[in-house]
């Protein structure tokens, strides 16, 4: 049973590590583009 609650922990702590990174990537993300508009419906008139 210590087995599967060490894998259990493992398992939450690297879904906190893959989300966080996520988070942070996507936080980038939206700065570093923030002023891009490359959208295909994006017609500049």
Same mark, same amino acid.
């Given at each position: 049973?210590?087995?599967?609650? =060490?894998?259990? #922990?493992?398992? +939450?702590l690297?879904?906190?590590?893959?989300? +966080? =990174?996520? *988070?942070?990537?996507?936080?980038? #993300?939206?700065?570093?583009?923030?002023?891009?508009?490359? #959208? *295909?419906?994006?017609? *500049? *008139?």
């Open positions: 049973m210590e087995i599967l609650n =060490t894998v259990i #922990a493992l398992l +939450g690297l879904a906190t590590v893959i989300l +966080g =990174t996520a *988070k942070i990537t996507w936080t980038i #993300a939206q700065v570093f583009f923030r002023d891009m508009h490359h #959208a *295909k419906h994006y017609i *500049k *008139k």
